[in-house]
Structure formats: structure tokens, C-alpha cells
């Protein structure tokens, strides 16, 4: 892993880069600030900027170092390659990704005792492995080249949900998984964990997994980390992944 120092004061991550590194704080203080309000101050031995490891979006805060510090980097290529090398090093990056998933799970049980309504939103938004009523029939098909060649050329029907679309990435990634692995190349369209296709009470919707350029849908609804679902109704849907004018552009039909 590669070491550096920042002086105090000294922007570390800036709110709204693209950028997907993972620090590890040696020594000294920082602060993670969110439109210039301190969200909370970290010391030495925690980690910030982990979320970079499952998403392809900007960054969603501003780290500053609060005094002079010393942290250790560790890109997403860098922890592939570490991972398969001497796995036991990224324990602590591991346990604080499962520490934010127990943080977030709370927050969605919370959220969702609070109304119906927001049961309902609230489980809308989660991945749920689920059967799709046998009477109704979901499918997937590419309607440009790069689209079909993702599919083998076929029409693709969707069986069990969620049905997870990602870039493809090294074999074995522990931190990607993937029902349709596009192979794509720079500049990318498609992120890693792009979208899924899920059910909940009988209603299809597709759903950001944490896109940088989200996902198109229909009349140019675009699915992202602002808007994370849509529903697709019965009939013939468009999706663009990666926007509009992406070559990965498919057809999900659903009846």
C-alpha cells in the first residue's frame, strides 16, 4: 500500500470526485464534512472512503485533514490483487463494509415501522431473492450490438430475482456479484454494481446498486443515486445503461 501525508487543513477526499481510493489513517486526525457542515471526526486506525470498494459514484463527502497525518492508500485494482495475495490484510476494510451494511440495515428496519407507505418505499428499495409469479413473464433483450453480444445473443428470461447487471470484472472479485457481467471498456458506461431488476409484491422495478451514470428508463427517467427505483410497467421498457446515448441499450419486457 502506498503512504502518504497530508498537512493540516489539506483536502484528502472532495465531495462530488470521482475518485476510488480507500485510506487508512495511520496517524492524526480528520475531519468528513458534507456541504461544509462536519458530519463526524476520525483518529488514527479507522478507514474512510471504503463505500469507493461497491460504487462508482462521486464521492458523497469531504475528508480534510485536521492535523498533520499519515495514511496508507489502497486502490479498487490494488485490493483485487491484494486479495488473492494475503486476504487476512484487508480484514479491517472488510469488517468495516460489513459494519456499514448492519448500520444501513438498521436504518432501513427503523424506517420502515414508521408508516405503510414507507414500509413499502423503504422494502421497493431493498435486493430481495424472490420467485416471480409463474403467470407473468420478465425478459431481457439487447437491441444495439454491444447489448446483444452481452447476452450471447439471445433473449435472456429472467427467472430469479434480483437479477444483478455490473461491468465484468477479474474472475473471483469478492466485492462484485453478478447475474449479467457486461464487458465494457474505458471510458466506462457501465459500473460494477450498476442495477438489478427485483420484485416486490408483484410489481417488477428496476433499481440503482450504486451506478455513476445511472440507468435510463423508458422517457428518459434516469435511475441513479438521487433516485434509486423505478417501476417497469407491463409491456416493452427501454433502459439505457450509462445514459442515453450509451451502446448498452436493452428492451425488459414484462407480461
Not at 428470461?157 to 437479477?163: A, C, D, T
Not at 472479485?173 to 438489478?196: E, G, M, W
Request: net charge neutral; with cysteine; hydrophobic share 40%.
Amino acid at each position: 500500500m502506498e503512504h502518504k501525508t497530508y498537512r493540516s487543513g489539506e483536502p484528502i477526499i472532495v465531495e462530488g470526485a470521482d475518485t476510488s481510493d480507500v485510506f487508512i489513517l495511520d496517524a492524526g486526525r480528520v475531519r468528513v464534512s458534507r456541504g461544509g457542515k462536519t458530519l463526524r471526526m476520525l483518529e488514527a486506525g479507522e478507514i474512510f472512503g471504503e463505500m469507493a470498494l461497491l460504487t462508482d459514484q462521486p464521492r458523497s463527502a469531504t475528508v480534510t485533514a485536521d492535523s498533520d497525518v499519515t495514511v496508507r492508500v489502497i486502490g479498487r485494482d490494488e485490493f483485487d490483487a491484494t486479495w488473492r495475495r494475503d486476504p487476512e490484510a484487508l480484514v479491517p476494510i472488510l469488517r468495516m463494509l460489513c459494519d456499514r451494511v448492519r448500520a444501513l440495515n438498521a436504518l432501513v428496519d427503523e424506517l420502515s415501522h414508521q408508516s405503510p407507505k414507507s414500509e413499502e418505499a423503504v422494502a421497493a428499495h431493498q435486493v430481495e431473492v424472490s420467485a416471480f409469479p409463474p403467470s407473468t413473464r420478465v425478459s431481457l433483450e439487447g437491441t444495439t450490438p454491444e447489448a446483444r453480444a452481452s447476452l450471447g445473443g439471445a433473449v435472456r428470461v429472467i427467472e430469479r430475482f434480483p437479477f444483478r447487471i455490473g461491468r465484468a470484472t477479474a474472475p473471483g472479485d469478492p466485492l462484485t456479484a453478478n447475474d449479467l457481467s457486461i464487458a465494457d471498456v474505458p471510458p466506462f458506461h457501465v459500473s460494477r454494481s450498476h442495477c438489478a431488476i427485483t420484485v416486490f409484491t408483484g410489481r417488477v422495478f428496476l433499481i440503482d446498486r450504486g451506478s455513476r451514470l445511472g440507468t435510463f428508463v423508458g422517457n428518459e427517467k434516469a435511475v441513479t443515486g438521487m433516485k434509486t427505483r423505478v417501476e417497469l410497467p407491463s409491456g416493452a421498457t427501454p433502459i439505457a445503461l450509462g445514459g442515453p446515448h450509451s451502446p448498452f441499450r436493452y428492451t425488459v419486457t414484462v407480461g
